[in-house]
T-cell receptor, first 110, second 113 residues
């Protein structure tokens, strides 16, 4: 049972476009939703996160839109750069446990 | 900067053998985690710990044991390795509950033949 789902396994955008990565979840008890970014050969690293009391979180070119009623969220990457090419994991938190989605591999073509 | 160090980085083990993956963190974090990463499954939690001497089962603990002898060290033990345990394993540490940043190591690639 996949409690956190990422609808696209891979996504390709052109440099300068906005990349949109989608995520949905099942567990209503999740109260914190981080997105982690992973480059090949590295461990995941926190990119941006949102708490369930908010509907939007922005940090530079990265924005999370959160819909609690629909149990989904999306990560928008504005003005995508080739250096943004990586795998992005959505996650949901409850207590001490983070539950990750399967990841979306983003490729930004120059 | 937060530092989580895993050893070894690569390991080939034989079926039925014992494997120990080690993790050390210099963040003085109470919580430590072991995940495995597989294509199509993302990151799945195997075991975690709230502090020295404690271990808790994650979502996929079968076939794995964990040991937290000190604040800094957290080991993952495969008593009888099987080919299905071929994967990339990540250790992580964090402070407080899961709603704060978790810091990952660079991973250990384990192949069981």
């Amino acid at each position: 049972q996949q409690q956190v789902r990422q609808s696209s396994q891979s996504l390709t955008v052109w440099e300068g476009e906005t990349a949109i990565l989608n995520c949905s979840y099942e567990n209503s008890a999740f109260d914190y939703f981080p997105w982690y970014q992973q480059f090949p050969g590295e461990g995941p690293a926190l990119l941006i996160a949102i708490r369930s009391v908010s509907d939007k979180k922005e940090d530079g070119r990265f924005t999370i839109f959160f819909n609690k009623r629909e149990k989904n969220l999306s990560l928008h990457i504005k003005d995508s750069q080739p250096g943004d090419s990586a795998t992005y994991f959505c996650a949901g938190n409850m207590g001490y446990k983070l539950t990750f989605g399967t990841g979306t591999s983003l490729l930004v073509d120059p | 900067e937060a530092a989580v160090t895993q050893s070894p980085r690569n390991k080939v083990a034989v079926t039925g053998g014992k494997v120990t993956l080690s993790c050390n963190q210099t963040n003085n974090h109470n919580n430590m985690y072991w995940y495995r990463q597989d294509t199509g499954h993302g990151l799945r939690l195997i075991h975690y710990s709230y502090g020295a001497g404690s271990t808790e089962k994650g979502d996929i603990p079968d076939g794995y044991k964990a040991s937290r002898p000190s604040q800094e060290n957290f080991s993952l033990i495969l008593e009888l390795a099987t080919p299905s345990q071929t994967s990339v394993y990540f250790c992580a540490s964090g402070e407080g509950q899961g709603n704060t940043e978790v810091f990952f190591g660079k991973g250990t690639r384990l192949t069981v033949v």
